[in-house]
């Protein structure tokens, strides 16, 4: 079965750091791009990083940019997000996302990042 | 960056019911434009990518169409296990964005 897992969220001070990791199994990872998709509690989605299947190509989000950073290891079957200098509105549930052919096609369940003091 | 306006926010429709939401770019986007749905306290799932090609799985009383600005999710004759709120994506340039969701509550 085609799955990805997330794991690392939790609560987090404003200003704080955070590194969330997804685990893929089941498919080929090393040919898929992957994606960073959050969600605020209540709200609605909101894209924030890509990476290409080689690392070669990364996008992000204008609200994440400068703070966080998307990475792979394709040995691993895992994708990572590395989140600094967190703000309040970083709060939401981060999803792990499969893209092919630039949809999205296989989301995990979300892991939920709380930053409060 | 690519504006996604969905319409309506929100939908309270009997069972059997067609419900319709509207996606509407703020440019054109050709057909790069893909639906998901998400039940309450679930992940997202994709329904359509392109426009009107459908997932594998996706009932078929579920139709998408459009291209350019404006799109078309239809849910035809709606089953109680359709209550989700339904989100676009356009995937012409980058940021990605997605619309805001439309709710479809079952009466």
């Given at each position: 079965?085609?799955?990805?897992?997330?794991?690392?969220?939790?609560?987090?001070?404003?200003?704080?750091?955070?590194r969330?990791?997804?685990?893929?199994?089941?498919?080929?990872?090393?040919?898929?791009?992957?994606?960073?998709?959050?969600?605020?509690?209540?709200?609605?989605?909101?894209?924030?990083?890509?990476?290409?299947s080689?690392?070669?190509?990364?996008?992000?989000?204008?609200?994440?940019?400068?703070?966080?950073?998307i990475?792979?290891?394709?040995?691993?079957?895992?994708?990572?997000?590395?989140?600094?200098?967190l703000?309040?509105?970083?709060?939401?549930v981060?999803?792990?996302?499969?893209?092919?052919?630039?949809?999205?096609?296989?989301?995990?369940?979300?892991?939920?990042?709380?930053?409060?003091? | 960056?690519?504006?996604?306006?969905?319409?309506?926010?929100?939908?309270?429709?009997?069972?059997?019911?067609?419900?319709?939401?509207?996606?509407?770019?703020?440019?054109?986007?050709?057909?790069?434009?893909?639906?998901?749905q998400?039940?309450?306290?679930?992940?997202?799932?994709?329904?359509f990518?392109?426009?009107?090609?459908?997932?594998?799985?996706?009932?078929?009383?579920?139709?998408?169409?459009?291209?350019?600005?404006e799109?078309?999710?239809?849910?035809?004759?709606?089953?109680?296990?359709?209550?989700?709120?339904?989100?676009?994506?356009?995937?012409?340039?980058?940021?990605?964005?997605?619309?805001?969701?439309?709710k479809?509550?079952?009466?």
């Amino acid at each position: 079965e085609e799955q990805l897992v997330e794991s690392g969220g939790g609560l987090v001070q404003p200003g704080g750091s955070l590194r969330l990791s997804c685990a893929a199994s089941g498919f080929t990872f090393s040919i898929n791009a992957m994606n960073w998709v959050r969600q605020a509690p209540g709200k609605g989605l909101e894209w924030i990083s890509y990476i290409s299947s080689s690392s070669a190509t990364i996008y992000y989000a204008d609200s994440v940019k400068g703070r966080v950073t998307i990475s792979r290891d394709n040995a691993k079957d895992s994708l990572d997000l590395q989140m600094n200098s967190l703000r309040d509105e970083d709060t939401a549930v981060y999803y792990c996302v499969r893209g092919r052919d630039w949809y999205f096609d296989l989301w995990g369940r979300g892991t939920l990042v709380t930053v409060s003091s | 960056e690519v504006v996604l306006t969905q319409s309506p926010d929100f939908q309270s429709v009997t069972p059997k019911e067609r419900v319709t939401i509207t996606c509407r770019a703020s440019q054109n986007i050709g057909s790069s434009l893909h639906w998901y749905q998400q039940k309450p306290d679930q992940s997202p799932k994709l329904l359509f990518k392109y426009a009107s090609q459908s997932f594998s799985g996706v009932p078929s009383r579920f139709r998408g169409s459009g291209s350019g600005t404006e799109f078309t999710l239809t849910i035809n004759s709606l089953e109680a296990e359709d209550a989700a709120t339904y989100y676009c994506h356009q995937s012409y340039s980058f940021p990605w964005t997605f619309g805001q969701g439309t709710k479809v509550e079952i009466k």
